[in-house]
């Protein structure tokens, strides 16, 4: 495996400028772009791999573990790390060598302010949970010296595990027309996700394919939080003549408290309203009434997740991979089942 001798050879730079480049110090050092570029590009040509391992031996002594990092955004979709670091577990205890897990939270949009996830000097292999589509863009201009596992997103450039979103929402439009409702609502969480994004259209387009009427007004973009879904029901309530029959919340956290806001505005659910959520987190069991939800099966994706980086730190795997996972909604009583044709349509 080449190292930084070979690196400084091929760039015809010193092996000092080599390593203050890939330990993030170029810019410290007022080290060109234009070298650093040049560095970071022999790198990866020589298929170089950063010794975490003897790194962290010399400066002190212990015995080290290879390191997978879950990069997970600073905002309210934390919640469902719980889920994914179950997933996360499972796979540990059944695997035969053992990790060591590094939880490394970052600010949506600002995932290019994280310098070790070029330079690969903290951790072996990253899964990448979350980006904006800002995100998105930098990583694909970016490569990065460590394998990457991207969840819930599509990538042509890095393994991925996913579901297909716009399908999900489709399954709701569906639910909905089987129920005879016509007039519906929607509450989006307002944050930059091509997964949210494409939930809102596959119930968009699925409904106004089954006749399903979707104002403009009743499409409510709010906080991804349980705050943010009651404002939704708070500022659907200011056309309380043109009510829907039947809302598809794209957040558990914010049906939540979307329920709050239809009990104290005095509106039954599921019998003045029907509501559905996404994700099935573990809240959904405990509401009143009991959520209705498109369950996420993040314990699964978690675990194909370790697996795909895993095979990719033990170069077994070379070529990106995609993982998709399918969703189902889970019954409760803030919706009933399918009435006809179409559960299969």
Not at 67 to 88: E, H, M, P, Q, Y
């Amino acid at each position: 495996m080449s190292g930084i001798k070979e690196i400084a050879e091929l760039a015809q730079v010193s092996r000092g400028t080599v390593s203050l480049v890939l330990n993030g110090k170029g810019d410290q050092y007022r080290i060109s772009s234009a070298t650093q570029e040049k560095i970071w590009n022999t790198a990866r040509l020589l298929n170089y791999q950063p010794n975490i391992s003897a790194r962290r031996l010399r400066s002190s002594g212990e015995s080290v573990l290879p390191i997978i990092a879950l990069f997970w955004s600073l905002d309210t979709r934390a919640v469902l790390i719980n889920r994914f670091l179950k997933g996360l577990q499972q796979s540990l205890r059944s695997n035969g060598q053992e990790y060591e897990v590094l939880i490394q939270p970052y600010v949506g949009n600002q995932l290019h302010e994280v310098r070790s996830l070029l330079t690969g000097t903290r951790f072996n292999g990253a899964i990448i949970a979350n980006p904006t589509e800002k995100d998105e863009r930098y990583l694909k201009e970016v490569n990065p010296l460590v394998p990457l596992v991207m969840y819930q997103r599509e990538s042509d450039k890095y393994a991925s595990v996913n579901v297909d979103s716009y399908a999900s929402g489709e399954q709701v439009a569906r639910l909905f027309a089987s129920r005879g409702h016509r007039r519906v609502g929607i509450i989006i969480p307002h944050v930059s996700s091509r997964a949210i994004h494409l939930r809102r259209l596959g119930f968009i387009d699925k409904g106004r394919e089954l006749g399903l009427e979707l104002e403009p007004r009743l499409q409510v973009r709010e906080d991804f939080s349980e705050q943010g879904g009651y404002q939704a029901i708070r500022r659907m309530l200011q056309e309380r003549e043109q009510w829907p029959t039947a809302i598809f919340a794209i957040s558990d956290q914010m049906s939540v408290g979307a329920l709050k806001a239809l009990h104290e505005a005095g509106i039954c659910v599921p019998d003045d309203i029907e509501l559905v959520g996404h994700d099935d987190d573990e809240v959904t069991r405990y509401t009143v009434p009991s959520l209705t939800t498109v369950h996420l099966p993040v314990e699964q994706m978690a675990e194909a997740c370790f697996g795909l980086l895993t095979e990719m730190m033990q170069h077994r795997l070379q070529e990106p991979v995609s993982r998709i996972f399918d969703t189902h909604l889970v019954f409760r009583q803030s919706c009933g089942p399918f009435r006809n044709e179409f559960r299969d349509a």
